[in-house]
């Protein structure tokens, strides 16, 4: 599966920026391949919806470092039940830098940006309501990037 960029920006603020990106916490199958820049590259090896458009969300986000494990739990804990209920959503990887403790880097996959885009602004800020209020920790999603599997 390949994926190509659709648009990509960086956003700085605080984590209320989550009513327009979300996510959830599932692992996605798939193998990994050394990248030509020494990197990883992950290729799902998931059928799901192969005939179509898949999205791919991708973010960064900056946490306190003695707080990541809490964040990855109320992450868990909030977004995926809710997101789970709405319809398009395949799966979600989380990525930890070894090198940088204040970093995680998500990555959802939905069956259409149609879908993704679906979710109610309502349902979103309640939801960002409640995590802020479980982890009301700094945290920020520093980069967003929008990707479309071929």
Not at 16 to 24: A, F
Not at 108 to 113: E, N
Not at 135 to 140: G, I, N, Q, V
């Amino acid at each position: 599966m390949a994926l190509k960029l659709r648009k990509s920006f960086v956003l700085m603020g605080s984590a209320s920026i989550w009513l327009m990106i979300v996510g959830v916490a599932r692992p996605v199958s798939g193998e990994q391949k050394p990248g030509t820049d020494g990197s990883q590259v992950v290729q799902s090896t998931s059928r799901q919806n192969s005939d179509s458009s898949i999205a791919v969300e991708w973010l960064r986000i900056k946490v306190d470092p003695a707080r990541r494990q809490e964040y990855l739990q109320k992450d868990a804990e909030i977004w995926t039940p809710a997101l789970k209920r709405y319809p398009g959503f395949i799966d979600k990887t989380v990525w930890l830098n070894p090198d940088n403790n204040a970093e995680i880097i998500i990555v959802v996959r939905w069956a259409s940006r149609e879908q993704w885009f679906s979710i109610p602004k309502a349902d979103l800020e309640a939801i960002q309501a409640q995590f802020d209020q479980a982890f009301p920790f700094e945290h920020r999603i520093k980069e967003v990037q929008e990707y479309q599997a071929l």
